[in-house]
């Protein structure tokens, strides 16, 4: 099954903390009026030029196996390795939010607007992974429609030792070409703002992994002990 979505640019909206977040500032910060205007006139603008679109299509083991394999050389022992083969259903996705919200940051930045360019490109990288999770939110929504303990993570090339390479045989299969996204040179996605990766659901455990990993000592964030925290508990 292959489903293209068309967002609403109001549904993709980022909180303004996470906005902030991003920025290094902590969630019970209080933001200086300068920053909430630059906030105001960020979301405003991302409203205006986003055009949120996406791609989610069902994959089977057997296929994803196939794309892993072609995705060169990851390192070693992967999570995800042990994650997928474990899956109820499997689907690959991308999202993007189109090229003029790059091309309104680019404009800022040359015109030295650099406070607002800054606010809107943080703001549009927030807005993507929401977007992300609205995808990811409805497939999860048709997979578990029969209730029962089900979880849904999203894994992407570049990341947890999946090579980036994984862009390429990923975005082939599902044709990113149809919403406007192509590779550029070493994998990065056009549109600027785009993500893509694999959707894993089953059941909450088959997520959980220890951080011993080689390349988990090169990460600056530990994202995954979050997202593994806010896991449904069996």
Not at 28 to 46: F, G, I, N, Q, Y
Request: aromatic share 8%.
């Amino acid at each position: 099954m292959k489903v293209r979505l068309v967002m609403e640019s109001n549904e993709i909206i980022p909180d303004p903390v996470d906005v902030l977040m991003g920025q290094g500032l902590p969630a019970d910060a209080v933001p200086a009026v300068r920053v909430k205007e630059l906030m105001s006139r960020a979301l405003e603008m991302l409203s205006l030029f986003a055009a949120p679109r996406g791609i989610i299509r069902s994959i089977s083991r057997s296929e994803f196996e196939r794309i892993y394999r072609d995705s060169g050389n990851s390192e070693g022992a992967t999570p995800l390795e042990g994650i997928y083969p474990q899956a109820e259903q499997l689907a690959v996705y991308v999202v993007t939010l189109g090229d003029l919200i790059t091309q309104t940051v680019e404009s800022l930045f040359r015109n030295n607007e650099y406070p607002l360019g800054a606010m809107l490109d943080f703001a549009a990288s927030a807005a993507i992974e929401k977007a992300a999770d609205i995808m990811e939110s409805k497939w999860r929504g048709e997979q578990c429609a029969g209730g029962g303990n089900y979880a849904s993570l999203r894994y992407s090339p570049g990341y947890c030792g999946w090579n980036i390479e994984g862009q390429r045989p990923l975005l082939k299969f599902i044709d990113s070409a149809a919403i406007g996204v192509q590779l550029g040179e070493n994998c990065l996605m056009l549109p600027l703002k785009t993500t893509s990766g694999l959707v894993v659901g089953g059941e909450p455990e088959i997520h959980v992994f220890d951080n011993d990993y080689g390349f988990c000592e090169r990460c600056n964030t530990l994202e995954c002990r979050t997202r593994i925290a806010e896991l449904p508990k069996t």
